[in-house]
């Protein structure tokens, strides 16, 4: 499994919360060893969790550093037709651009004229429904989810894809830079292109540059250089590619057609198609409205906003004299080679119903499928977390199950004994107050817990099974009138530990007093007889000594 390289995650900033896994369309998010990342393998570059996500954790990959190092030197932009619905004045922000080192300004739209006309070539030879391919999302979709039907896409690049190489054709190698506010074109156009940012980005990066929005207001408006697109200006907006397609006189469009959009509804489209050979033209993006609702499109700016700033663009640039496009004067390859690009894993059914054990489903009926987790059924959970990319603590019911089995253990398994009573009946009783109530009756165990229950806050004293007991009681009543808990907490053993080490201070101080006593009495007797012994040793010197006086005179 591999970290997106365009979908970030910050660790720091991720709770859990699972928002991101929820609303993933084909859940390539992994969540294991407390991290979260987006699975590049996996992964469509819908944008969603961008959106979604509450705390900022999931980025997309900014590349304005990119652009403002090509800033002052010669490059060629390349602007999608959403970028007239972005700003509020886009022919500024080209002026600003062109003070700035772009050299020349093309529209993606000329792209899209190459592939609408090779559409209509195919389609009319076509044996079933095709699916344009201009969305990036949608072509990822197939090729990971439903390869299987990758003969329902046009085999025809994208209108980027044909823009890129209609600007290398005519600048060579000048860096090339793609706006638009498509995530999933970063992936697609790296190779084409050597800048591709998002609208966003873009305006980051104007943000940086100019001192000012005054300075961008205060220019003159800057219109793309020729050619210009006929119809294909569109292209973003919800049945914008089938417009540019209708050719004939009366504007109308003259093949069987169908707009399909979210890669929900394409999803569920593949999994219900079938065997279809109906010849059928399918418009298909992953957003809803087309590009003109991209996943970096401001979110403060509402839809028919946008469609009125694309309308008001294209009246403006079709009523320049300006020259065309003739599709024939550039040859571009349109063809496209799509690839089986699947994730298959193989899955351990009997592993999967161990791990749904464990989490304490152990049959259909406690599977609640309820998609807290992200996923959309628990059964999905668990082959997630089969093959690594999921932990079975994701599951909000295991994870109470599992707290409360905890909690239960802990009351039953404590020293204190519990009694839970409501009225005159007993409704829960654990292990240490079976004990210490043994041969009880109901009424006589509710007698003594009403009796506590009067003075709570004090050691009681009490008799039980004709042992004296000291206990210490701890009462409260449980919320809608749901009875009352009284904890028992035996203070016997304690007290009688203080009893007993009293007694030892009593007879101790007493030994010590004997003992000072006959110390005392001791003391005296020795100093008694020390005195004695003194005198009488005093009394024999003196005779000794006037002995000695007495001999020295008869000398």
Known sequence: MTKSRYILSDKANCKYCYKCLRNCPVKAISFKDEESFVLEEECVLCGTCVNVCPQNAKQYRKDKDKLLALLKSPFVLSIA?????????????????KRNGCVYISETAIGAEYVTNEYLKILSSANGPMITTACPVVVDLVEKYFPQHIDCLFKVKSPALAHGLFLKHMFGDIPRVFVSPCIAKKKELEEVFNVVLTFEELEEVLSLVSDSDIAIQSLSETYPDAPHPNRARYYPSSGGILYSASLNENNQIGFTHYVLESVENIMSFFKTLGDFDENIFIEASACVGGCLNGPTMRKQDNILLRRSRLESAIRKLNSLEVKRLNINTVQIDLRRVFQN???VHSFDFEKINKILAEMGKTDPAKELNCTACGYETCREKAAAVAIGKAEK???????????????????????????????QKVIYINNSAKTLFANYSDELIIQICEGVKKSPNRIHELYVNSRKLHLYPKVFDLPDDGGTVVLFVDLTEMILQRERMNELRRKTIEKIDEVLNEQMKLAQDIASLLGESIAETKSHFSEFKKFLGEENADM
Do not use: D, Q, R
């Open 81 to 97: 037709p959403s970028f007239y619905a972005y700003f509020s004045e886009p022919f500024k922000v080209l002026s600003f651009l």
């Open 341 to 343: 690009k699947s994730v």
């Open 393 to 423: 603590e994701m599951c909000f019911a295991y994870l109470v199950e599992k707290v409360s089995s905890v909690s239960n253990m802990v009351v039953e398994e404590t020293p204190n004994a519990i009694v839970i009573f409501k009225g």
